[in-house]
């Protein structure tokens, strides 16, 4: 019989893709990447409200991808790294893949280089 637990990781990876495939949710990631801000200090370089960063904000902490404290009034962001390591760890799992595709890739690209410099010789 399956163990059921609390957490599921595969939804925990579908709720990490889905906060990513925002590219306003990824430019947040890469700001807290180099610390921790606050809402304003997030929104400043975008062209949207506050409660529009709010909502990204909220989506990238369901994720598990932010935490945010309270500091006062403030409620700064900070990244956690934690979840997006499982999102690396699935696509290292397609590394093999990657690495044999190129590979092939490589061999055609340098069969058609050789029959264009056997055809440039024959003229």
Do not use: C
């Amino acid at each position: 019989m399956e163990q059921i637990s609390y957490t599921n990781p595969q939804s925990d990876l579908n709720a990490i893709f889905a906060a990513l495939a925002d590219p306003t949710r990824r430019a947040i990631l890469s700001r807290l990447a180099q610390g921790q801000a606050s809402v304003n200090e997030i929104a400043s370089p975008f062209k949207m409200s506050q409660p529009a960063v709010s909502r990204h904000l909220k989506v990238l902490e369901r994720a598990g991808l932010i935490e945010r404290d309270v500091d006062q009034q403030r409620r700064p962001a900070k990244l956690k790294a934690e979840k997006m390591a499982m999102a690396v760890d699935w696509l290292t799992d397609f590394k093999a893949f990657w690495g044999k595709s190129f590979d092939q890739l490589d061999d055609v690209l340098a069969s058609m280089k050789q029959a264009q410099m056997k055809e440039t010789n024959n003229e």
